[in-house]
């Protein structure tokens, strides 16, 4: 980013001379240095799994959650500035609850992320906003079209995914993503795989001393399609299969 | 007549309304917001598709509230087998009387409170008496504005430990009570319930029992009655919706003589 500094970072409105526009750039960034957030779509189902940073000892564990549920079927996990997240988070509750007045039924996914992914793009076009300094994954599972999942970034673009990850340690999360056969997982081991990819990408990162907790959801045919933060029998079972997984990894080194 | 070529331009129907004006529905001689307004348009502020009573009852560790399956139109059997008592979530259960409409349009406000409940997974849920107010105040503002919800509801759960009953009518008035009847089950379940009630706490059975009773007074002396209906009973163990069938027996139709 040769051209930072030179005035054309000022505003969402002012293309840079190469052809890009800073305040896009510096809104990815502030998703990026947030904790790893990963999203896994398997066969009957979606996981979401966060490395949630506890930035003081004074904090307690479960306050600042990045997990959000949308009606009840729809996960989004946030990734960057909170309050840009919980922002969005009411954006897309009053969304659902508009699409529900309409048509009488839980807004698709499609729908959702499209109308959240516009909200995004608009907020790179104007000089008096700044971008969202986040990145969302959406997830949910219907009897009609399975395990559906997307991930919006803060320039508005969105895609679909099998598996995506944000955040801090995402190079390293995709790479752990790629080794697994997605499509043959159920939610119910996502949640296993979920966990072990956070708490090794914690483990590789730099700053792996600092304390995190480990949030996850799942959404799908288990659940009855109903998005929920994983029950704690199944959670401990996941940071349990993790933290194993972890001294399996380090044995294997020596 | 032959300045009509002979054809009779007799009225096309007797006792109906005129051409332009509403039916007027047998039961529904009270027009509220019936006044043109600024538009010129008249309405018709009464119930026109309609549920007959409900039942309420209180026992000493849940509720159990039961209504027929039967939407009238007017004095019309016009919908079988719709349910008009509801799990409204895990604490709550509801029976409606009165415009089934006007219901459905209360009801999607309802479950928007279920849903965003759920969304904000707080562990804080929509209680009985939470519901039973709001819906006072919603049904109050309604009357006030001239434009009342024509609903008779009977909110029923349990309040953390302690069962709850209550009724709210359509001008937003509203009472607790261990039995609670709406409708024509006012003047004919009540008497029976309280019978029973005055005499101390029900246990569950007793309490099942006298709905099944009051059920069955009801569907053979309410004309808008009907042999099936649906309860919901509710405790500690949660809420079961289920559907039941008055046991008829018109033996005694032999012995009436004279009409």
Not at chain 1, 48 to 56: D, M, Q, Y
Not at chain 1, 219 to 233: A, E, F, L, M, R
Not at chain 2, 125 to 148: E, H, I, M
Not at chain 2, 172 to 190: F, Q
Request: net charge negative.
């Amino acid at each position: 980013m040769s051209s930072i500094g030179t005035g054309y970072d000022l505003s969402a409105s002012q293309f840079s001379p190469d052809g890009r526009v800073f305040q896009v750039e510096y809104a990815m960034k502030a998703a990026e240095i947030s904790g790893t957030a990963i999203g896994l779509r398997g066969k009957d189902g979606c996981i979401l799994a966060v490395e949630k940073v506890i930035t003081s000892k004074l904090h307690e564990p479960d306050s600042g959650r990045r997990i959000f549920t949308i009606e009840n079927s729809i996960g989004m996990v946030i990734c960057g500035l909170i309050t840009d997240g919980r922002a969005i988070v009411n954006y897309a509750l009053k969304e659902a609850q508009n699409y529900r007045r309409e048509y009488g039924q839980t807004i698709p996914l499609k729908i959702l992320n499209e109308r959240l992914s516009s909200l995004f793009h608009a907020y790179t076009l104007y000089s008096a906003v700044r971008p969202y300094g986040i990145c969302i994954i959406l997830t949910t599972w219907t009897e009609q079209n399975g395990a559906e999942m997307y991930c919006i970034e803060p320039s508005g673009v969105s895609f679909g995914y099998y598996g995506c990850a944000t955040g801090k340690a995402k190079q390293a999360a995709k790479t752990e993503i790629e080794k697994l056969k997605l499509n043959t997982l159920t939610a119910r081991e996502l949640l296993n795989e979920g966990a072990k990819i956070i708490y090794r990408v914690n483990e590789d990162s730099s700053d792996s001393d600092t304390k995190f907790k480990l949030e996850l959801s799942w959404v799908g045919k288990d659940t009855n399609g109903i998005h929920q933060i994983c029950p704690v029998n199944l959670y401990e079972e996941a940071k349990a299969a993790a933290t194993a997984a972890m001294e399996q990894g380090d044995s294997d080194v020596e | 007549m032959m300045s009509n070529n002979g054809v009779n331009f007799a009225p096309f129907w007797h006792n109906g309304p005129a051409p332009g004006s509403f039916y007027n529905f047998p039961q529904n001689n009270i027009k509220s917001n019936s006044a043109i307004d600024e538009y010129g348009f008249q309405r018709n502020g009464g119930p026109i598709t309609t549920g007959t009573s409900i039942v309420g009852v209180k026992y000493d560790k849940g509720v159990i509230i039961a209504g027929d399956k039967l939407v009238s139109y007017g004095n019309l059997a016009r919908y079988h087998n719709v349910d008009r008592v509801f799990k409204i979530n895990e604490n709550i259960i509801l029976g409606m009387s009165g415009d089934y409409a006007d219901f459905q349009f209360i009801k999607q406000y309802i479950d928007e409170i279920i849903l965003s409940d759920f969304s904000a997974d707080d562990r804080i849920v929509l209680k009985p008496k939470d519901l039973y107010t709001w819906l006072t105040r919603v049904l109050y503002n309604r009357r006030s504005r001239f434009n009342p919800l024509w609903l008779d509801m009977v909110v029923g759960g349990m309040q953390g430990e302690e069962p709850f009953l209550g009724h709210i009518n359509i001008r937003g008035r509203s009472y607790t009570n261990d039995v609670i009847s709406t409708g024509y089950g006012t003047h004919l379940a009540l008497p029976l319930l309280r019978e029973y009630s005055e005499k101390g706490p029900l246990n569950e059975e007793t309490a099942q029992q006298l709905i099944q009773k009051s059920m069955e007074v009801l569907f053979y002396r309410d004309c808008r009655g009907y042999p099936k209906y649906s309860q919901a009973n509710i405790n500690a163990n949660g809420v079961t919706v289920s559907d039941h069938e008055v046991k008829q027996n018109w033996d005694l139709a032999l012995s009436i003589k004279g009409y």
